[in-house]
């Protein structure tokens, strides 16, 4: 029997990881598939081994496991297929397939405008600022880079900058300093999924910031495109399951 399990990334504060089991119990309900179970990589439970042997508790034979991660960097391409291989060998009965992080997608870029038109700020000649997590993986810089050039020409903003709040540069405060005596508005958009501590840290940085041309949105967040390229993506790998691409 098919079954899914779902893995967040987890949050020390507990809103988060509440915001990811509404969305995800949400996103169960556009799919027909009889066992799904959710988990969470760190920082919260069920664990992605407890997750795997709910499935397998409740009849699965075959587990699509699906990251609901944003880009591919170290979760999506080490830590997850470390446990997956892991659970192979404890469940050899079991097929394991896995799919693909959210990754650059129209939809995405289409949610990024909507939290900067949020602010409610009238606007020319605006530039935004996208942040990510941050990772050692040169490919999601590269893909951020992406999705800032085409929220860039899509929507006709003077520039679209990124920063990463750890990891390789330019980082957060490069950025601030760099950037002090801009006078343009600048739309910061944390390219996040959900509330958590980083959130709260960029809030913290921009405290005592003084250009106040600048203007925090929210966060990417989990939004109806969100869902839609997720179910996106959880088709595409139970397609390539039934057709045993995988």
């Given at each position: 029997m098919q079954a899914i399990l779902y893995i967040?990334?987890?949050?020390?504060?507990?809103?988060?990881?509440?915001?990811?089991?509404?969305?995800?119990?949400?996103?169960?309900?556009?799919?027909?598939?009889?066992?799904?179970?959710?988990?969470?990589?760190?920082?919260?439970?069920?664990t992605i081994a407890e997750g795997i042997a709910s499935c397998i508790n409740r009849g699965a034979t075959a587990i699509a496991i699906v990251p609901i991660l944003l880009l591919a960097a170290q979760h999506a391409k080490h830590?997850?297929?470390?446990?997956?291989?892991?659970a192979k060998k404890q469940h050899p009965q079991v097929r394991f397939t896995y799919g693909e992080p959210l990754g650059v997608h129209e939809l995405?870029?289409?949610?990024?405008?909507?939290r900067i038109l949020e602010a409610r700020i009238t606007f020319s000649n605006a530039s935004?600022?996208?942040?990510?997590?941050?990772?050692?993986?040169?490919?999601?810089?590269?893909?951020?880079?992406?999705?800032?050039?085409?929220?860039?020409?899509?929507?006709?903003?003077?520039?679209?900058?990124?920063c990463f709040l750890y990891g390789m540069g330019p980082t957060f405060e490069e950025w601030l300093q760099q950037e002090k005596n801009?006078?343009?508005?600048?739309?910061?958009?944390?390219?996040?999924?959900?509330?958590?501590?980083?959130?709260?840290?960029?809030?913290?940085?921009?405290?005592?910031?003084e250009n106040k041309n600048v203007m925090l949105c929210e966060s990417l967040g989990y939004d109806d495109n969100v869902k839609k390229v997720l179910v996106e993506r959880i088709y595409q790998l139970l397609r390539f399951t039934k057709e045993g691409v995988l």
């Amino acid at each position: 029997m098919q079954a899914i399990l779902y893995i967040a990334h987890g949050s020390r504060v507990k809103a988060g990881v509440e915001q990811a089991i509404t969305f995800l119990k949400s996103v169960q309900q556009e799919i027909d598939i009889p066992i799904q179970e959710i988990s969470f990589l760190e920082l919260a439970t069920p664990t992605i081994a407890e997750g795997i042997a709910s499935c397998i508790n409740r009849g699965a034979t075959a587990i699509a496991i699906v990251p609901i991660l944003l880009l591919a960097a170290q979760h999506a391409k080490h830590d997850i297929p470390r446990e997956i291989d892991q659970a192979k060998k404890q469940h050899p009965q079991v097929r394991f397939t896995y799919g693909e992080p959210l990754g650059v997608h129209e939809l995405l870029i289409d949610t990024i405008q909507t939290r900067i038109l949020e602010a409610r700020i009238t606007f020319s000649n605006a530039s935004v600022l996208l942040i990510g997590r941050g990772s050692s993986d040169p490919e999601v810089k590269s893909d951020l880079a992406k999705i800032a050039a085409r929220l860039r020409d899509k929507y006709a903003y003077e520039a679209v900058d990124t920063c990463f709040l750890y990891g390789m540069g330019p980082t957060f405060e490069e950025w601030l300093q760099q950037e002090k005596n801009r006078t343009n508005q600048v739309f910061i958009v944390p390219y996040l999924l959900f509330t958590g501590i980083l959130r709260q840290s960029i809030t913290r940085r921009l405290q005592d910031y003084e250009n106040k041309n600048v203007m925090l949105c929210e966060s990417l967040g989990y939004d109806d495109n969100v869902k839609k390229v997720l179910v996106e993506r959880i088709y595409q790998l139970l397609r390539f399951t039934k057709e045993g691409v995988l």
